[in-house]
């Protein structure tokens, strides 16, 4: 899904980055987003809706519509468009609302 | 700082050129913005610009972001990127979010240049994974360098609905046809005839019923509408495709100016409700301007400029009027009007017109 030959623009990927998405390690480049790496890495569906249990993925992609809330090294609801991989995350597809681990 | 002369929400193009043209009169601007990366749109941009030298035709849209990127920090215009605004309270702070702290700001005058955000589209299966805005295949596509999916059916004929087909195209992505309910095509001619001629259909007068799919988009049904906007029936036609891209329009992002107790009007013609401004860009609060897509979507050479007028207007309300500052409002104003006089800007024209009508006298 990566685009290695492109007309017009040079596509100057950070060093790697292995995180995980429900436990299993997934590739990334420092400055991807958790949407654009799990895109890549073929992982479409993000969570599943509060009432209707319907799958789904990310829509606007700059953080303003919600879709793509995932939980994120414990917290849920983060946006996983604007928020950038980092080494050892831990991604977990939300179902509804999330889950708050308390102390 | 917590009392700068002019405080900027949004480095996208708008934002830009008012936070240089006020730097040329030796205002010392701050610009804030929630991305990492300063630019706006236009850092996805990978097509030509046209116009003339001034509105720089001829370059790519993200080299014009990195230009004036490269500008701001020639001149060390103080800027904070991840800076969200996040409330603009009743005794003028405006609070900003910046580093997991909140930071209470008190500007001399402040312009919302923060752009629009995407229309949406419901059909059946139109929440379903693969169901993207224009804006999020340009991110991935121009920004992360990934392809959206293998093939992608294209709603809307508007400009970001041609630019962001032949973008795909570039990518290496199918486009399998664009539609539009409209019976003509809404963008430039000559970003739809290199569509055209790379043998992408452009089907006017056609509606979306629904994407297809358990887990994400595998199909699209589609169908002609008549001039009443119904479905004919019997005209079904299923497509397959992976992705199905929205580019339906834009709604300028006015929440900051609704807080700050501007005078918000309605107009289709800009694109939903916009704040009053004056000719300066300034709105109907003395020192809170507007500009770019927020004022009413346009395009990003109409959101230069006006940026630019918005500098130049804050410049004006803090430091008062010379000759030079009149010279290059009366330049800019004439170039801004000059880029809406074609066919093409016409509902800005209409719209802003409109605009100015509204404007309520307070006694």
């Known amino acids: ?103 | 700082m917590n009392t700068p002369d002019f405080l900027i929400i949004g480095g996208g193009p708008a934002g830009l050129m008012a936070a240089l043209a006020a730097s040329d009169f030796g205002l010392k601007p701050l610009v804030i913005d929630e991305n990492q990366k300063l630019g706006g749109q236009l850092i996805k941009q990978t097509h030509m610009f046209f116009g003339s030298k001034a509105e720089r035709a001829g370059t790519r849209g993200f080299d014009i972001g990195i230009e004036l990127a490269a500008e701001m920090e020639k001149r060390s215009i103080e800027l904070w990127t991840n800076s969200p605004a996040v409330g603009y309270y009743p005794d003028g702070t405006v609070a900003v979010l910046r580093n997991d702290k909140l930071h209470g700001l008190k500007p001399k005058s402040v312009l919302a240049a923060t752009g629009a955000s995407e229309n949406f589209v419901t059909f059946p299966g139109s929440d379903l994974p693969g169901v993207y805005g224009a804006g999020a295949v340009q991110t991935l596509m121009n920004v992360y360098g990934i392809r959206p999916g293998q093939s992608v059916l294209m709603i809307g004929s508007g400009n970001i609905g041609l630019i962001v087909s032949y973008q795909l195209m570039q990518a290496g992505v199918q486009v399998k046809a664009i539609i539009e309910g409209l019976p003509n095509i809404g963008g430039y001619l000559v970003h739809a005839s290199k569509i055209a001629r790379a043998g992408v259909p452009i089907l006017t007068r056609h509606t979306i019923l629904e994407a297809v799919g358990e887990d994400q988009v595998r199909g699209a049904v589609i169908s002609k509408i008549d001039d009443k906007w119904q479905p004919v029936p019997g005209s079904e036609q299923h497509i397959e495709c992976d992705t199905i891209c929205l580019a339906v329009g834009l709604t300028p992002l006015t929440e900051i100016l609704w807080q700050a107790g501007c005078q918000m009007n309605f107009v289709p013609e800009l694109g939903g409700q916009v704040a009053w401004h004056d000719e300066l860009m300034m709105t109907s609060i003395p020192g809170i301007f507007t500009a770019g897509d927020v004022t009413g979507i346009e395009e990003a050479s109409t959101a230069m400029l006006e940026g630019e007028l918005a500098g130049l207007g804050a410049v004006r309300y803090l430091k008062g009027e010379s000759k030079e500052l009149k010279c290059r409002i009366d330049d800019t104003a004439c170039r801004l009007a000059g880029l809406r006089a074609g066919p093409f800007g016409q509902k800005a024209r209409e719209g802003k017109c409109k605009l100015a009508e509204c404007r309520i006298k307070t006694v």
């Open chain 1, 1 to 103: 899904m990566r685009i290695e030959k492109h007309p017009i623009l040079d596509f100057d990927r950070g060093p790697k980055v292995t995180f995980y998405f429900e436990g299993r390690p997934v590739e990334g480049f420092t400055g991807e987003t958790i949407a654009a790496a799990l895109h890549a890495a073929g992982v479409k569906v993000l969570r599943h809706s509060v009432k209707l249990n319907r799958p789904r993925g990310f829509f606007c992609a700059i953080g303003k519509c919600s879709s793509c809330l995932m939980e994120v090294d414990g917290i849920p609801n983060v946006f996983s468009c604007i928020t950038p991989v980092k080494e050892g995350m831990q991604v977990r597809h939300q179902q509804g609302r999330g889950r708050i681990t308390l102390n």
